[in-house]
């Protein structure tokens, strides 16, 4: 697949069978968060798989948005290690994180898998669930499994905004 087709291929699955995803597939995803751009190449990155019913069960108290998926990528930072701009002290975690999921959901749908970036879930409930330490900030849930049958893209899935919308050129001064 050209990115191209990757791009337009892939879209949010919320219907998945009952099928697990295998471990040199879920090593494969992984590898592409591993190697994925993080600011200052400060690779704040921490990320816990799920895929065991009890850690399914977990991520079931967290959010309503698993569809059934057996597996789940919990995608954090750690913020004692991300870059931070000197001039008002914005920190990349968040921005690295998304890149990394980014990474793990395109790769996923390289290899047949559907997806579901998830954001709607409660944090203190998942950081309680999997105990997870005060360094770390959960930033995404990347749901993964086989498509169903049945599965098919949302109606929003279609609606994007124009490109005159979204982008604006910079006018050049006179002087060009
Ligand atoms: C940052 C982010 C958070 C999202 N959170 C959720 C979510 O919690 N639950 C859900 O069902 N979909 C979630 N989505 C999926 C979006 O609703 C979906 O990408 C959008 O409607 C466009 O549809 P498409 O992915 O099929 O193209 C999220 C997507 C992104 C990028």
Not at 125 to 132: C, D, M, Q, T, Y
Request: proline share 6%.
């Amino acid at each position: 697949m050209t990115f191209k087709e990757l791009t337009a291929a892939r879209y949010s699955v919320r219907q998945y069978k009952d099928k697990p995803v295998e471990k040199d597939t879920l090593a494969a995803i992984l590898e592409a968060g591993r190697i994925a751009p993080t600011a200052g190449n400060r690779q704040p990155q921490r990320i816990l798989a799920v895929t065991e019913p009890a850690g399914l069960e977990k991520i079931d108290r967290c959010t309503g948005c698993r569809f059934g998926a057996p597996a789940v990528l919990v995608v954090c930072y750690d913020k004692n290690e991300c870059w931070v701009r000197k001039y008002d002290g914005a920190k990349s975690g968040e921005a690295d994180a998304s890149i990394v999921t980014t990474h793990l959901m395109y790769q996923a749908v390289e290899l047949g898998l559907g997806t579901l970036w998830v954001m709607f879930f409660d944090p203190a409930k998942l950081v309680e669930e999997f105990a997870i330490p005060d360094n770390l900030v959960p930033v995404s849930l990347l749901i993964l499994g086989y498509p169903a049958d049945n599965a098919a893209p949302a109606d929003r899935h279609f609606q994007r905004h124009p490109t005159e919308k979204i982008l604006s050129w910079e006018k050049l001064s006179q002087a060009y």
